[in-house]
C-alpha cells in the first residue's frame, strides 16, 4: 500500500505531489464541465469530453479507492476490525464527496439521467477541495460557534420576508396578477428587495405598493447586513486564530491522512 | 387551573411540550395561510382551508382565555385583584399579539372585511413566535439601547432622502412627468437608490439627472451602512452577552409565564 | 432685547419652547413645500400654499434678524464692537443656512426664477435642523478626524471609477454608441455598478464588456465598502463619546446661543 | 544633474512643487484623455488635443528619463556600476507605471494602434499617482498582510459563483437559451446577483429559477461582506498606524526619490 501512504504521510515529497496533482485535476475537470456547457464546443469536442471525463473519473475512482483501502491504518480507527474502519472513513463527510464526484458518471450510464443535470452535480466535484483548504471549514466552524446568533438573524429575516411577501400581495395583487397573486410569487419579489440585489424584472406600480417596497427596502437594507457582519467577523477572528497554529494544523491534516 | 400552570411553570416536560407544540402550531397556521393564497390550492381545498383555520383559531383562543385567566397567579401581579391582574396582562405586548392572532377571525365574520386584507393579518401571528425566541426581544433592546445612534442616522438619512427626491423633482421633472412629478412621487426614486436596491423601473434619463444619480448612489451607499453597522455590531454583541446568562433567562422567561 | 434672549439662554423654558417650535416649523414649512409639488394640490390650494410660504419665511426673517441683532450680546464675540459681532456672526455656517433658508423667497421675486427651482431650495430649510441634532455635526466632525483615511479610500474609488468608464467605454463603444459613447457617459454606468444600485437601464451586451461589468462589480463591492465603514466605524464611536458628555454639551451649545 | 536632484531630496521648495507639477500634469492628463472621448469635443478640437498629449508625454518623458538617469545617485543602488543602477531602477513597479504612461504614446505612431485602445491605456496613468498618495500601497500592504484571509473568501466566492452558474444553468437552460445557454454564460448573471447589482437585463423566469435566484441571493448577500469586511478593517487599521509615522514616510519617501 505504498501509493496510499502517500496519502497519509505528512511533509514527504511524494505526498504533497500526489495532493497538488489531485487540486489541479479538480480545477481542471470543473473547468472541463464548464467548456463542454457551450453548445458550440460540445458538437466540435463531443468525442474528447468523454474521453477527458473517463480518465478523470476513472483517477478519482482510483483515489477513492485506495483511501478506502487504506482507512485501517490510520491512528483514528486504530483497534477495529479492518472492514469497519473502512465503513466509518467512508461515512466520513470528505469521503462521501468523494463518492458524489464520481458517483454520477457510474449512475449516468445505469440509470440514463439527464445529461445536463448529471453535468451540475459534476460541478460539485469543486467541494473535493475543501480537502486542501482552511475556508470551507473555517465557514462551519464559524456557522457552528454563532449560531444561536444566525438563528435570531435568520428568524428576523425570515419574519421580515413573510410580512414583506403578505403585504405586497395585499397591496398589488389586484394591479399584477401575474407576478403578486399569490404569496409564493411575492416572496421573489420580497427576497429580491430586501438583498438589494433589485432587478427591477417585478416592481410595484401602485402607490399604496412603491410605498411599501420604500419601507422594505430599508428594513432589508438593515436586516442584511445582520447575517454577513456576524458572518464577517467571526470569518476573519477564526482565521487570524487559526493563522498561529496553521503550520502544527497542516501537518495534523496530513497527518491523519484526511 | 392545571393546564393553566403548564404554561407558567419552568422546566418541567408537560409546559416544554405545549410550548413546542404552539410554536409548531403557528407555524403551521402561518404555512397554511401562505398555501391558501394560492389561487389553485384555494378553489381545491377551500373546505380544508377554512376548517384548519377554525380549528387553529379555536386553539389560540383557548390559549387566550388561559393565559388570561391565570395571570392573577402570576408573581408580578401578585397583590391585585383578580380582574386588575387579568386587566394589566392583557394590555402586556405579548398578549396583545395573541389577540391580534385570533380577533381577525371573529371580525371578519362580523364585518364581512376583505378576505385577503384578513389573509394579511393572519400572517401578523409570526409575532407570537417572539414569545419563545430571543431574537425579537434583543432587536428591539438594541434599538432602545442604541435610540440616539440611531436618531442621528436616520436623521441623516431623512435628509437625503429630502434632498435627493427634490433634486431629482427638478432635474426631470420635465423629462419624465409622470415618474417625477412631484416629490413624493420622487422619493420613491430616491429610496430606491439609497438603499442600493436600483430595480431600474425609474431611472434618470437627462444628464443633469444621470449626474445627480451617481451622487445620490453614492452617498446612499455611504449613509445606509449606518444603521445597518449600529444594528449589527449591537446585535452581536447583545446577544454574545445574552449566551451567558441564556440558561438563566430562559428559567426566568419561562417562570413568569410570559 | 428679550425675545433675542430666549434663543441665546440656556435651560430657561421659554428657550426650549422657541426652540421646539423653531423645530416644528422647520419640519411643518418642509412637508408644506412637498405638498406643493403635487399638481393637483398645488392647483386646488394655490392661495394657501402662498399664504402659508409667506408667513413662514416672515417668521423665518424675524429669527434670523433677532439673531444678528443679539450678536454682539454673545460671549464669543465679546470686546467686537457691534457691527464687527454680527458681520462675524453672519457668516457662521449655521446663520448662512439661516440666509439660504429665506432669500430665495426674497429673489424670487425681485429676479423672477423658475418656481421649481425655489422650490428645490426651500428644502434646504431641513439643513437648520443642523442647529438642535447632533448627527450633522458627528458626521462632519467624523469626515474631519478620518480625512486622510477617507481620502485613501475616494481616491482608490476615483481611480476604480475612471478605469471602470474608460474600459467599458472601449469595450462597449460599438455595440452601443448612445449609451457608451464616451468616457463621461460611461461613468454612469460605471458608479450604478461600483455603487452596487444596478439599474438596468445601461447594461453591457458584448461578451468582453459583461465578463468585464462582472470584475467592476466584484471590485465595487470591495471597493465601496471602505468609506462606509470608515464612516460608519467613526460615526457610531464618536456618538457613544458624546453621549457620556452629553448633558454639558446641550447646556453649552444653548448657552452660547448658537 | 541638479534638475534630478529635486526628485530625490527630501523637504526642499523646488521638489516639492515639482511633485505637485507632476500631479497636477497627470490629473490634467486624465481629464484630456476624458474629454477627448466625447466625440463632439473631439471633432472640434482635434488638433489641440494632439497638441496636449505630445506636449504631456514630452513631459513624462523627460520625467522617466530623469529619474532613469539619476538612479545610481539612490542609496539603495549605492555600490553599483551606473548601467546596472539604472536597470534596476527601471524594472521596480513604480517606473514600469511611468513607461506605461508614455510608451502607448510612441507604439501608437510605430504600431499604428487603434486609437481608443491607446486612449483607454493613457487612463492608467492615474496609477502615476500612487507615487504621491498612501491609498494604492496600503490596499496592496492590506491585501498582502491578510493573503490566506482573502484567499479563504474568495474561494468561498468563486465556489459559490461556479454552483450558482452552474444550477441557474440547468434551471434555466431550456427557458431562455440566449441568456443561459451555457455555464460561462450564467456566470454573468451569477455575478451580477451574487455583487446584489442586479440589473435585471438578465433574470430567471422559471419557477424553479425564481427560488434559486433567491437562494443565490441570500447567499450572496453573505458571502461578498467577507471580503470588504476584511478589506475595510484592515484597511481602516493599516491607515491609523501609518498616522502615526506619517512624518518620517513622507520624508523616507521623497528621500529615497522614488
Redesign the interface.
Given at each position: 500500500t505504498a501509493e496510499v501512504l502517500e496519502l497519509s504521510r505528512p511533509d514527504d515529497r511524494l505526498g504533497r505531489m500526489v495532493d497538488l496533482g489531485l487540486a489541479a485535476l479538480i480545477f481542471f475537470s470543473?473547468v472541463d464541465?464548464?467548456l463542454e456547457?457551450?453548445?458550440r464546443l460540445e458538437r466540435a469536442y463531443w468525442d474528447l469530453f468523454v474521453a477527458v471525463e473517463a480518465v478523470v473519473v476513472a483517477i478519482f475512482t482510483l483515489e477513492y479507492a485506495l483511501r478506502l483501502w487504506s482507512a485501517p491504518e490510520l491512528e483514528r480507527h486504530a483497534g477495529c476490525p479492518p472492514w469497519r474502519a473502512r465503513l466509518r472513513h467512508a461515512l466520513t463527510p470528505l469521503l462521501l464527496i468523494d463518492l458524489v464526484a464520481i458517483l454520477p458518471f457510474y449512475l449516468g450510464y445505469l440509470l440514463g439521467l439527464d445529461l445536463?443535470?448529471l453535468?451540475?452535480v459534476r460541478?460539485?466535484r469543486?467541494?473535493k477541495?475543501t480537502r486542501y483548504?482552511?475556508?470551507?471549514r473555517?465557514?462551519l466552524d464559524v456557522i457552528y460557534a454563532e449560531r444561536?446568533?444566525f438563528?435570531?438573524?435568520f428568524?428576523?429575516l425570515f419574519?421580515a420576508l413573510?410580512?414583506a411577501?403578505?403585504?405586497i400581495?395585499?397591496l398589488e395583487?389586484e394591479a399584477q396578477p401575474e407576478a403578486f397573486?399569490?404569496?409564493?410569487a411575492a416572496?421573489?419579489w420580497a427576497?429580491?428587495?430586501l438583498?438589494?440585489?433589485?432587478?427591477?424584472?417585478v416592481?410595484p406600480v401602485t402607490p399604496g405598493g412603491?410605498?411599501f417596497?420604500?419601507v422594505v427596502?430599508?428594513i432589508?437594507?438593515?436586516?442584511?447586513?445582520?447575517?454577513?457582519?456576524?458572518?464577517?467577523?467571526g470569518?476573519?477572528e477564526s482565521?487570524?486564530r487559526r493563522?498561529a497554529r496553521?503550520r502544527s494544523l497542516v501537518d495534523a491534516a496530513a497527518a491523519d491522512g484526511v
Open positions: 470543473v464541465v464548464i456547457s457551450i453548445p445536463r443535470f453535468r451540475v460541478l460539485l469543486l467541494l477541495l483548504s482552511a475556508a470551507g473555517v465557514l444561536r446568533v438563528f435570531a438573524a428568524s428576523l419574519t413573510i410580512l411577501s403578505g403585504g400581495y395585499y395583487r397573486g399569490s404569496i409564493p416572496m421573489y427576497i429580491v428587495t438583498t438589494t440585489v433589485g432587478y427591477g424584472d416592481t412603491k410605498f417596497a420604500a427596502g430599508a432589508g437594507v438593515a436586516l442584511v447586513a445582520l447575517p454577513s457582519a456576524i458572518l464577517a467577523s470569518f476573519v482565521l487570524h493563522r496553521y
